[in-house]
């Protein structure tokens, strides 16, 4: 007799990969998923009671395979599908390494003919080994709706035909770009989890952290893989310190710098420093670059500006994004002083009209150049547009501490 | 403006790390109906026009669901069936029964969607305001498009 909980963490680590090697046998990710998720619950039913079989990974090979079959039977393509079978099979044994085929399977589940909302739960639960739930506590919806848009996201990848291959040449790149922006996303949801509160979601973030790590060690020369990874790792060592026991936030200059976590700086500036010479500079390259400046500054006055603003100058280039002028006005502000990044935020009224990170941002420019009065409004401006909680609250604190002063 | 910038002002900001940039992201939206003025019984409804408008109204709902959008959905009473309740946390709480002749707008029920982009909670909120009412007409009920707020803890810097 096994106890369940092992068996529930040997199934989450045994899931992706099965599913890996029936997905490549069979060719078809969503009836595979299908047919592991069977293969899944029959192992956790049996094993805690008979015990875990000697090699469980063949164990549920096996029993996936098996389903597959009953549903390719029933699905009444038969004699068209298992014509296709039997050209994989001798090629393709289910047995090649794991890891090939989890990453031919990342590649799958954030194929660009899927929205990234919609990639996203699919990796967790196809790649993570996540179950549904688990998703669906970590996006804050019923398990049914989760269940529905991973049901959805599995027949859009269907019906665009892609198949269950590595992509090559310049297909790859465009693919990894995809893979990448997906981790990207999934990494940002873990990490905009207040803490404390929002513990499943924090969860997120780690996960980014592991498949971006696999899909490093697959291509450990590609620069922006290995500079997604130092982001990912720059930011995560500050989470500690970024928001108080209220899950209040704290600004950057405000954070206890202590409290970063030294680890995951070294092995981020590592990365990032190791990856920059290699080749075109990339926007992976560059943000992690101005995440390394802020990680390695003792305090908040001895942090590298200059080198941060020519830093978001060639991002801002490189991506056009109004949302990347409004961070180099910031740090505009902090080399010329607020009256620099005030006349960048002129160019930006239009193309970020009404937005709130404009008023916030104005805001703050206001409150350095010693305007209160007017940095109130922008502040109050800001609050009102928010839709963070924890954002808002911020916000009208800062307006606030300036009402106060003024007063 | 161009339509990539107002694509921009319309999707959540995550607390996009580094750079700040920003991305599209699903966001709650809270889409609240409010009972007709005059009460559910006005105009003139016949019995297939009642058909019409619930047959249109359980089909947006169905179809939320298998989209992995529908979050949640309710009808409430009218207000003769609700009570309204004041308390100023010293004498005995102060309960008012309906209807509140006072009160010129009323919540009849709301859709809590989880949607990629606020063009689309619009969407959904249009399809709702056009079910048909008497007559077979589209009943143009305004519904109010709320964004839901987060509990996240967004980088305020870059």
Request: proline share 6%; glycine share 8%; net charge negative.
């Amino acid at each position: 007799v096994t106890s369940t909980s092992r068996v529930e963490d040997l199934l989450r680590d045994l899931g992706p990969q099965v599913l890996g090697a029936v997905a490549r046998r069979y060719g078809d990710l969503a009836d595979a998923e299908d047919s592991v998720q069977e293969a899944l619950v029959a192992a956790a039913t049996q094993w805690p009671a008979e015990g875990v079989p000697d090699d469980p990974r063949a164990w549920l090979t096996t029993v996936a395979a098996r389903r597959m079959t009953d549903r390719l039977r029933r699905e009444g393509a038969r004699r068209r599908r298992e014509v296709a079978v039997a050209v994989r099979e001798p090629v393709d044994p289910p047995s090649a390494p794991d890891r090939d085929d989890s990453l031919t399977l990342l590649f799958l589940c954030c194929h660009p003919a899927l929205t990234p909302a919609s990639a996203i739960p699919l990796t967790l639960r196809a790649v993570g080994g996540l179950t549904t739930a688990e998703i669906a506590r970590a996006f804050l919806v019923p398990e049914a709706t989760m269940a529905q848009r991973i049901s959805r996201a599995k027949q859009r990848i269907k019906a665009s035909g892609a198949s269950f291959a590595m992509p090559t040449g310049s297909e790859l790149r465009d693919r990894l770009r995809s893979v990448l922006h997906v981790l990207y996303l999934l990494f940002n949801e873990g990490y905009a989890a207040s803490s404390g509160a929002q513990v499943a979601r924090s969860e997120l973030s780690a996960e980014a952290i592991r498949l971006t790590r696999m899909v490093h060690s697959s291509l450990p020369d590609d620069p922006e893989v290995a500079a997604l990874l130092a982001l990912m790792l720059l930011n995560e060592a500050r989470r500690p310190a970024r928001t108080g026991p209220g899950g209040e936030l704290v600004p950057l200059a405000e954070q206890d710098r202590s409290r970063w976590d030294r680890a995951l700086i070294e092995e981020g500036v590592a990365l990032v420093t190791a990856a920059l010479p290699t080749g075109a500079v990339g926007e992976y390259q560059l943000q992690a670059a101005i995440a390394a400046l802020h990680d390695e500054a003792e305090s908040a006055e001895a942090t590298d500006w200059p080198q941060i603003l020519a830093l978001y100058g060639l991002l801002e280039r490189m991506t056009g994004n109004p949302m990347v002028t409004l961070n180099r006005a910031v740090a505009a502000a902090m080399v010329d002083g607020p009256g620099a990044g005030l006349a960048l935020l002129d160019g930006l009224d239009d193309r970020l009209a009404g937005h709130h990170r404009l008023d916030a941002v104005h805001a703050h420019l206001l409150e350095m150049s010693g305007d209160g009065e007017a940095a109130i409004a922008h502040y109050q401006t800001a609050a009102a547009r928010t839709t963070s909680i924890a954002e808002r609250d911020y916000l009208l604190m800062r307006a606030a501490g300036l009402t106060a002063r003024n007063g | 403006m161009s339509k990539d910038d107002q694509q921009l002002r319309r999707t959540r900001e995550g607390a996009a790390v580094g750079a700040g940039v920003k991305e599209a992201h699903p966001m709650k939206y809270m889409l609240l109906m409010n009972h007709a003025p005059g009460g559910p019984s006005a105009g003139e409804w016949t019995p297939e026009d009642r058909k019409a408008s619930g047959a249109h109204m359980m089909a947006i709902h169905e179809e939320l669901s298998a989209s992995g959008e529908l979050v949640g959905a309710e009808g409430l009473t009218g207000p003769e069936a609700a009570k309204i309740v004041a308390h100023d946390g010293v004498g005995a709480p102060v309960v008012t029964d309906g209807p509140f002749p006072e009160a010129k707008e009323f919540l009849a029920g709301y859709w809590l969607v989880d949607v990629e982009s606020e063009e689309r909670a619009i969407e959904i909120a249009a399809r709702t305001s056009a079910a048909p009412g008497p007559g077979g007409k589209p009943g143009a009920r305004e519904i109010q498009v709320r964004p839901v707020m987060t509990r996240d803890a967004p980088d305020l810097e870059p």
